[in-house]
């Protein structure tokens, strides 16, 4: 299983990672501090591909 990370503080997310919908996507995150930064700034956490 691939580890994912989390955008705001690069740390490794395990099993129980936050959802976050932002702009129609939804971004991965650790912990709900991490979830509020991506709501907060969407564009500086969310590269897209
Ligand atoms: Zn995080």
Known sequence: ????????????????????????????VCCDECAAKVKAQPAKYINPR
């Open 1 to 28: 299983m691939a580890a994912k990370k989390c955008p705001v503080c690069q740390w490794e997310i395990k099993e129980d990672g936050k959802q976050v919908k932002v702009d129609g996507k939804v971004v991965l």
